[in-house]
């Protein structure tokens, strides 16, 4: 690694004058600015970047932790982080918190000892008790919210109306004309598998069909196994069920697989609407109708929230919170009825 | 952000007393530095990571570059490598990209100037110049490459034979009774490209298959819409083909929906072979029969021998190169025929 006194060595000038024209002071010659920049550049001096950054007060990097990286919607959210922060010149050190409260709790202390510049988050499952994030906050470290979100943090959000979205999704079942609908939820805490559960019991009151809390079953780990798991108890249980609203694809793809090994016929005996929109859904038969969230859009207005926070900042300006809301829309394929 | 000049002022004492005693300097009494560690834990004082990383020269931060975030096999990967650098206590800097040669040499700069301690990287497709990466070689930064390498670069790799995957492939084309197979392969650069299509043809050449290169077609991006597109060319240009070997499952995916879409019948008619086992070709109708490839423990292990190199370096031990290939096999499902 080249240092500033190796290239004061070669030049046969002192450290001070290296450093000044590399700075581009005044009090240094033309000359010999232009002649330091070129040593520099022919050696491959590569300024310390920790000396740097004490010296400007900024890392250039931000912080993402996750649940999940292996996750069709949560890669895409990532994806569109990373296409802006790109742009502006922030390296992204990304976490995944595996659904752990602890870890979670574990990473925002390791980004705020790192001194990042900022830190975006969707929290985990596990995740009832917000410390760490308006610790964030008091730190005043810019902190952006999305998708799994808590209400009571005061900060910036980016999320999708999760109950008319569920809403929708119900509502297009009992226009095609599902009597008996059941719902596969998310788990017990996170805001969007709480507020996707209101929507679906919303859109059945509405329409004047009974609330069954017997009908909603309450998932775990929202993976492709209890997605076939759940298949199989409601055959056990709900003979006369008709559609299914299922709180994400992984899941509704393995109920899917589950009723096409028992040769229960999709739609035509119980029809499916997952949520997400993964790739998967539109390349499975049936393929799978379901709600589009936009993942790589929230991913690029997350951090255009939070580069704007990071330079209100640094001018001093006050910080005010948004909510952004991102539309989503139904996207009807083969596991639910073409007719009304 | 409480500071030391804080705690010392609430306690009465020196700036200097304040640092050594949490640095616990013996010259400290012991009750001092007691005092000082809970005043600092009461305070929720967080040593400037910076000023901590100019001290020990370690950022505990390593770069990691892939062509792909929202791909099934390289986020198994980070996976895998994100697991293992929190057990060692490690922040990972996960960069795209994009499969640009370009950005790809902006982003070992970029990591370089921030002094990761190590860097992981699997080549872009459009690399062919090696000189950004003999560069952090040359900068004694550890760096191992994965999946997508530059053979004739010095450092440990972990990689699957893809050659010998590919004619494992083929040969089970041949073994169920194929005689004309066709292949899709990837870009001309990426060797592991180069080295499937190789196993490919080796396979033919073994069992005096005559090898026809009208039967290859070459990709550019490997996605979902190239599959179509050339399962439809191949469906103009050679109505007798019976098999198929494809170097990725998402082009593989892609076609199988245009044989679907044009009622060729899957495998009565044409059987495919995919590549690296994505979770949704176990879950597409039919599913595909694929070669296994090992992301998550590619991750781990890449992470391993980067970590041991990170640590040799400290020791001012000779760091010695290692090749890792991984063991994949042939996962048989209903896209080839069962009977030999």
Redesign the interface.
């Known amino acids: 690694?080249v240092t500033l006194k190796q290239i004061a060595e070669v030049l046969g000038i002192s450290i001070t004058t290296v450093s000044k024209a590399l700075k581009e002071y005044p009090d240094v010659s033309k000359k010999t600015r232009k002649l330091v920049r070129e040593t520099a550049a022919m050696l491959?001096y590569?300024?310390?970047?920790?000396?740097v950054?004490?010296r400007t007060k900024e890392?250039k990097?931000i912080g993402l932790i996750i649940p999940e990286?292996?996750h069709?919607f949560f890669?895409?959210v990532?994806?569109g982080i990373?296409s802006q922060a790109?742009k502006k010149g922030y390296?992204?050190?990304?976490?995944?918190s595996s659904e752990s409260y602890d870890?979670e709790k574990k990473q925002i202390?390791?980004?705020?000892?790192?001194?990042v510049d900022g830190i975006l988050i969707s929290l985990a499952n596990g995740t009832a008790d917000y410390k760490h994030l308006t610790?964030v906050i008091e730190?005043?470290t810019p902190l952006v919210m999305f998708d799994k979100i808590a209400k009571t943090v005061k900060c910036s959000k980016v999320i999708i109306d999760d109950r008319k979205a569920a809403y929708k999704a119900t509502q297009h079942l009992i226009n095609i004309g599902c009597k008996r609908i059941a719902h596969f939820r998310g788990p017990l805490l996170p805001q969007n598998s709480i507020d996707r559960f209101l929507g679906y019991k919303q859109a059945l009151i509405d329409n004047h069909i009974p609330y069954d809390s017997t009908l909603v079953y309450l998932l775990n780990d929202m993976s492709?196994e209890e997605g076939k798991f759940f298949a199989k108890e409601l055959l056990k249980d709900h003979k006369d069920v008709d559609g299914i609203f299922i709180n994400t694809d992984l899941v509704a793809?393995g109920a899917i697989?589950e009723f096409?090994k028992q040769k229960i016929k999709v739609p035509k005996q119980i029809n499916i609407i997952g949520f997400s929109n993964w790739?998967?859904a539109s390349?499975?038969?049936p393929s799978l109708t379901t709600i589009n969230q936009p993942g790589f859009e929230m991913g690029k207005k997350a951090f255009k929230l939070l580069y704007k926070e990071i330079k209100d900042k640094k001018r001093k300006k006050i910080i005010s919170y948004k909510d952004v809301i991102l539309e989503t829309d139904l996207v009807i394929r083969e596991s639910t009825k073409k007719n009304y």
Do not use: G, Y
């Open positions: 690694m491959n590569k300024p310390n970047s920790f000396a950054n004490l890392s990097t990286i292996m069709h890669s895409s990532v994806k990373i790109e390296l992204v050190i990304t976490l995944q870890l202390d390791l980004l705020l000892s790192k001194r610790q730190n005043e492709f793809i697989t096409k790739f998967m390349v499975i038969s």
